[in-house]
């Protein structure tokens, strides 16, 4: 599949109190038809449970259609520099297909977080727009070099030491897709550095979510290139924390979608007692329930994609509630996916667990709900309880 879609021209800056935009535009809604179909063909769930179950679950052939053939690793990246030009309302797009997927690819880590740090330094360094520029072709595989569960508005780790000239030495634990990466972006005490992920030993720990593999990072003695003062790199990885956790709400919401959806086909389809099982007035409001928290969670995680593209003065209140609501939404559906799935749900051969587990490790993902709560608190003004 080579079709790439024609993404929707760059909004600007949004004006202060301007209503969101939470409707798709046709564009969009092209990607997301590119992007269902592609992972429809090529990423069924008996073959993501196939790869989870080798160790291995990354497919190279799926992620280069995805970042190369429809383009969707340079979304976020500037047409001057190889990208499509488009904004965080079209990876949003391509994160919900993800998430409905729980698609074994590290979009969110190397198309997301690891572009976003390239991005912020590449207008003061050559090193850096190349970087971007080939990531942006699906030619390499960026990923930073941080745990995780690192949080927008927490304070840089910096385990990562410089003893001199560039080399480095230190370990960084639960680092995300790790093992798929070509270049790590490594802070450290005295910047940011881009390593050969062949520098650096991997030492794969067991995740929750076997579609998302985690590593422990360590460089001992690794020469890397420097790309940014450590001013650079605590404000390029600020932002960059701040838009992963403002699109990963939008995979959230498309796991919550699938788990919704197949639950409801399911209750129609299985009979007791001579009627379909999602007649029975207590499955009904459970299931209206919980239509009406991925509604909300549709409108929160749309809400944030569009303060991000549009550079709401908001935005970081606005992925702070995104966060605090579609998480929970999340893990909520994957429960009830299995529990109304009865004995089907509880079998390893059935996807629903694949669901659960995403959906746990990514409440804990770039920082709780709860954390998100207090971020909401303080913008808000508000007595933490």
Known sequence: MTTQSTPAPQPGPAAPGAPYDLLHSPAEEELRAAVRSLLADRCAPAGVLARAETGRPHDPALWHTLAAGIGAAGLLVPEKLGGAGASHREAAVVLEELGRAVAPVPYLTASVLATEILLAVAPDNAEAAALVAEAAAGRLICVPALPLTLAPGAPLPAPVHDVGAGVLSGTVTSVADAVAADVLLVPADTGLYAVPADRAVLTPRTPLDLTRPLADVTLDRAAGTRLADPAGARAAVAGALL?????????????????????????????????????????????????LDVASARAAARAAADALATGAPDAPLTVAVA????????????????????????????????????????SLALGTAGHHRGLVADFAELPAP
């Open 243 to 291: 838009s992963a956790a403002g699109l990963l709400a939008s995979e959230q919401l498309g796991l919550a979608d699938w788990c919704l959806t197949e639950t409801v086909a399911h209750v129609r389809g299985r009979h007791q007692f001579n009627r379909p099982v999602g007649s029975f007035q207590a499955l009904k409001h459970r299931l209206a329930r919980l239509w």
């Open 323 to 362: 966060q605090a609501y579609c998480s929970g939404v999340a893990v909520r559906a994957a429960e009830e996916c299995v529990q109304l799935h009865g004995g089907t749900g509880m079998t390893w051969e059935h996807p629903a667990h694949l669901y659960l587990k995403r959906a746990k490790a990514d």
